[in-house]
């Protein structure tokens, strides 16, 4: 049988599936950003929410047009710090953002002037306006943005702007992707309450200034939750660690029933003073009913510790992240 010629289209499909992702993904974020942050002065951090910022101070240049500008240099650092194929993503990803974005935004609002006032209630005819429920807006758009974003760094791109600053962080500094995104964001949330908040550069201050800023704080924090999310999962491993006199027949299920490996610890009671054999194991979540119900059936006086194993590596698990690979936590 020809192995190769069956790994070929294996590896084609995959390369398109990726490509895919990663369009999708950028417009589903600009999709987020035109709809849900950018018409209530959201500054939820990033390239595009400085876009937000510098709109108010120029409102006849479109908030993805300030994308290109931040982006250019940030893209060019990726290339070099992250690799050739690494920079190509990176750099269709973020030219594609914000021209999505601009197309789009000229799509949902009628005029030219409509799209420099960024008006809600001008936007798709004023049916999807929820200027009195902000709160709901900045939660739907930090969770649009947030699986946009996610899918794109599952594909090991980014979307430009403070993704790059995250993951130089990450790289240089040790500090968590997500974390290092969170702190890029709060310079451009301080200079969102300074010029929205404060009128700085606008000469009017906005009514609710302080409010959006909480809420830029709130979606910024739910978007780098569902990017977090994504990238790691929500369901952790369980690690059991159980003491029991039964071992022949919990080692039995262990191998036989459940076809897995585990783990003899050397343990002493305290009180006791005996040495104790622990068994070490790690299950997916849906498993822990299962061993803890055959466990109880085998010795009901049997010790047993539940908790959670946040990342496994192994066979059987996850394969070891490369060197550079991107991780939420």
Known sequence: MNTRALLEPMGSWAWWRSWFLIFFGCSVMGAGFVLFINPYNFVPGGVYGMGIVLHNIFPSIQVGTFGYMFDIPLMLIAMLVFGGGFGTRTVLAALYTPGFMNILTRLVYPTPEAVESLDPSLMLGGRLDLSNDLLLTCIIGAVVVGVGQGIVVRQQATTGGTDIVGMLLQKFAGIKFSTGILLAD???????????????????????????????????????????????????????????????????????????GATYLKGKGMFTDRDREVIFLVISRKEV?????????????????????????????????????????
């Open 186 to 260: 709060g310079f451009v949330v301080l200079s969102g309450l300074v010029v929205i908040g404060f009128g700085l550069g606008t000469g009017e201050a906005a009514a609710n200034g302080w409010m959006l800023t909480l809420y830029s704080l709130i979606t910024i924090y739910v978007t780098s939750r569902v990017i977090a999310y994504l990238l790691d999962g929500a369901s952790y491993d369980k690690l059991l660690f159980i003491i029991s006199d039964h071992h022949a027949e919990i080692k039995r299920f262990i191998i036989e029933d459940m076809e897995r």
């Open 289 to 329: 009913h299962l061993v803890q119900n055959r466990i109880r059936e085998i010795d009901p006086q049997a010790f047993v510790v539940v908790t959670d194993a946040y990342e496994t590596f192994g066979e059987g698990f996850k394969q070891f992240p490369d060197k550079n690979q991107i991780q939420a936590e």
